[in-house]
């Protein structure tokens, strides 16, 4: 069932209750109107013929009934004392009473009650319909006795039913326009979605009045737009670059082969050269080729199913003595602290993470000069972890800093060495997959220092 179909029903139900109850209330009403039980009782007498009330007649005593006082004590008898109904103690529900002990009675409770008495005017009949009611002195309002009537309790339950069901009402079908609108709006920009226009953003309403839980989907719509074009937008740069980049060895390997296969070489030593080049060049392409697979791997996979738990301190430690192998190897100073205590274990795939710091430490000896010091710490900061791998080399401009992780960006000092600027794109996607911060620190010829922060659960 489609969610306008829920509404429509939970309206309908809603709408239902109140009109059944307000039906099943007048058929109460009906069944003890009381004028339903004087006449029964008038039936009963066999001196009186109901038959022969006019509809003048019946419709006065109606009205009269209606607007008298409920819930009091009374008696309803004719003025020749015949008693038709009573509830009042000392006054006999059937049979008859004289004026006389009548007012003896009135008299014996008149220091407790007031009393009133009125006359229902029958022009049918030759005797007056007499009614007396009576209101204990100590609950009574001599502002009711006035006009001989109260507020009855079936009014207002009437009265606030039918307010209340025309409110009810009026808001459904509001909530209901309202909420059909949203799903149409929400529904159209879903629409556009799927037919793949993503460069329109999302019309998401502002005023107060059409925002509203469902419309707070085109939040999350929008932010989903903007992660797909931002992956179109990847996805063309990373197709830009890849071109870009093996267009260059492809064109040598071209060159040199087309000059091969003219004899251009015809010298042995020449032909020779131009095959290393060839070879060379072919290697090159075939780097950048699994450097761009691997790429592709890390980002497309679903590595949280290769986590494992990793004593950190240890993992750190067996980094910074690789890292101390590496430097010597290449003539560099490499300092290492870490302070992180043993026993606290983070999830991780070890062989990504080595990766990623890997690179940063390669490019840490890249751009530095030969016994410069490049540091590696690690510590315990706010209930974080954190790695840091700092050098004294080249640096960074602010602008080069700003886009250090994008993909196949080279800064002006990296164009001078080989590479497709796939490098820091592997170390932030690795970070990004693992739910790690990095943050990247440089400043033209001073150095660079590279942080990663990682949360600790346990």
């Not at 949280?304 to 993992?315: G, I």
């Not at 592997?426 to 990095?438: P, Q, Y």
């Amino acid at each position: 069932m489609k969610i306008r179909s829920h509404f429509i029903l939970i309206i309908v139900i809603l709408t239902a209750v109140p009109i059944l109850f307000l039906s099943g209330f007048y058929v109460y009403l009906y069944a003890t109107a009381p004028e339903r039980f004087l006449f029964d009782n008038l039936a009963k007498m066999k001196s009186f013929d109901v038959k022969s009330l006019t509809k003048k007649d019946r419709a006065a005593i109606t009205k009269y009934l209606r607007e008298r006082s409920p819930n009091l004590e009374e008696a309803f008898f004719f003025s020749d004392g015949i008693v038709i109904h009573s509830t009042i103690p000392s006054i006999p529900d059937k049979g008859r009473i004289d004026a006389e002990r009548l007012s003896a009675r009135i008299f014996e409770k008149a220091e407790d009650y007031y009393y009133q008495i009125s006359s229902i005017p029958i022009e049918s009949y030759a005797s007056q319909l007499i009614h007396l009611v009576r209101y204990p002195r100590n609950v009574a309002q001599r502002g009711a006795l006035n006009n001989g009537s109260l507020p009855r309790p079936r009014d207002f339950i009437v009265f606030f039913a039918i307010i209340f069901e025309a409110f009810f009402i009026v808001l459904s079908l509001t909530m209901f326009k309202k909420i059909e609108s949203s799903l149409n709006l929400v529904e159209k920009e879903a629409q556009k979605l799927r037919d793949g226009d993503i460069e329109r953003p999302i019309e998401i309403p502002l005023n107060q009045g059409f925002s509203n839980e469902i419309t707070s989907l085109l939040i999350h719509m929008e932010e989903f737009r903007k992660a797909l074009k931002e992956k179109k937008n990847q996805r063309d740069r990373f197709v830009l670059g890849l071109g870009h980049d093996l267009k260059t060895p492809l064109a040598v390997i071209k060159g040199y082969t087309e000059g091969i296969s003219d004899g251009l070489f015809n010298d042995s030593k020449k032909e020779s050269e131009a095959l290393q080049i060839i070879l060379q060049k072919t290697s090159q392409l075939e780097t950048m080729v699994d450097n761009m697979v691997n790429f592709i791997r890390i980002s497309e996979s679903d590595w949280s199913k290769t986590f494992e738990e990793r004593d950190l301190a240890a993992y750190i430690l067996e980094f910074e003595k690789n890292a101390k192998t590496t430097g010597e190897i290449f003539n560099r100073t490499v300092t290492v602290s870490c302070s992180v205590p043993s026993g606290i274990k983070v999830k991780m795939d070890e062989q990504l993470v080595s990766r990623a710091l890997e690179n940063i430490f390669s490019n840490a000896i890249r751009y530095s000069e030969p016994a410069a010091e490049i540091d590696v710490s690690a510590c315990i900061e706010n209930g974080r972890a954190k790695i840091m791998i700092s050098d004294k080399g080249i640096g960074m401009t602010q602008e080069e800093t700003e886009r250090a992780f994008e993909l196949f960006f080279r800064g002006t000092n990296s164009r001078r060495e080989q590479g497709q600027g796939i490098g820091l794109s592997v170390v932030k996607t690795v970070m990004d997959i693992h739910n790690w911060e990095i943050d990247v620190k440089s400043e033209k010829g001073i150095g660079t220092s590279f942080t990663i922060t990682i949360p600790i659960t346990s």
